[in-house]
């Protein structure tokens, strides 16, 4: 903790200028990202193993807490790259040096130029949902913002399980190995960072186009909105709506994750890669920082270390499990009961269909 507050006190005091500042950009706009990450997988995960908890959990996206924060998330993402990028090319490049204050204001002048038509993009997605079709009555706004805070609760519960976890085991490690703080103060460069020093660059450069592709088709070809539209799916030659009695979200996951084109799943593998590098990436880079604000105490580090690995290894698990089991069309029939709920919840319609099919399901038990 004393280290984070001196990192504050010294950020705001010492002038140092654009590359500080862009450094101070790097290091938040990584830490949202990953602490996004950590929602999304779980809750994604939740189209195949929970079809009722992913309708909420994309109710809560298309909430208005969401609708701001996801401005704030592709800026965030979108800056990291470029930053990302400028750092690579210094790493290897360090006769550029002497250009880095105007290489740090290119980053955040590229990063305006690109957000600018994108922002427009998805703004149009965003007056078309609420003014437009008026999906969300004026009186029930605060009901969907009081829901979609209550949804992220059980994300609370599995922090704290993980970090028991975590402190757990920086417990035994400590049993094992003694107190670090024994063999001198600054550890060695070992090859293992240096592995994760290139892989940091590497998954880096790799992620660019797989997040941006992913981030275009959910913001702006189809829009966080038009998840539960019924539309063409992106990417895919199905259109939701066709399979459950109204479109849902589950339903858009199930025709992405069954479009195969030449015999393999396309989309399955494009997120299989996703999921791995930024989650070995996002979590080292979340361990970094942890480590930075925990270096004066042995057992913290130790637990910050053990947390990043318990949480990704957590994350790669679930998020490789959904894309690999079989996927069922009664995952669909499952989402309906949840997706009426959400009509009722925006105070719209449950469209006639829905109610004909739920009563037909509720008779046939
Ligand atoms: C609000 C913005 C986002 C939306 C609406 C969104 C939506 C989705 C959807 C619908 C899926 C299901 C599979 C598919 O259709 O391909 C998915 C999967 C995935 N997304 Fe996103 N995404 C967003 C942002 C991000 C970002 C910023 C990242 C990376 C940091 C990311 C990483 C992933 C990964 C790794 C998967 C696969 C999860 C798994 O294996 O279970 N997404 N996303
Ligand atoms: C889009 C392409 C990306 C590029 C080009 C990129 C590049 C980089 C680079 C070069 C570093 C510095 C590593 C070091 O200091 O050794 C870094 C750090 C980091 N990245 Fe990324 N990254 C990208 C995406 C992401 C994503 C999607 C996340 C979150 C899931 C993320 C989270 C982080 C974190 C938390 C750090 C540590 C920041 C610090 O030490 O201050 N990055 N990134």
Redo the contacts with the bound molecule.
Sequence with gaps: MTSLVLTVRETLRYRGAIGQWSWVLHRLTGVG??L??AL??ID??W?VFYPDLYVKA?AA?QSPI?TL??FG??F??VYHAFNGIRIVIFDYKPELWRHQAQAAVAVLALTLLVLAPVFLGMASHVIDFYFTEQAIAGSKVMDVVVFSIIEQLPFIAGFVGVLAAAIVLAALFSLVRGDASQRGKYPQASPVERFWWGFMRLSGIL?VPL?FG??A???VVQG?FD?TAAQE?A?TLATNGTIGVVPS?VE??FH??SYAAGGVFV??V???F??VL??LH?FNGLRYVLTDYTSFNDFARRTSVALCTVTAAVLLA??????FVPLEKDIINEAMAATAEIYELRGEEVPEALEAFLDGATEGE
């Design positions: 990202v990953v996004f990450l999304h997988v994604t995960s189209a994309i996206y969401f924060g996801e998330l592709v965030a993402v992620i997040v992913h981030l088709l959910m913001h966080v998840i799916v990417g979200a858009f996951v992405r994750w989309w399955r494009y997120d299989l996703l999921l930024v989650t996002g679930v998020g490789a499990a959904a894309l």
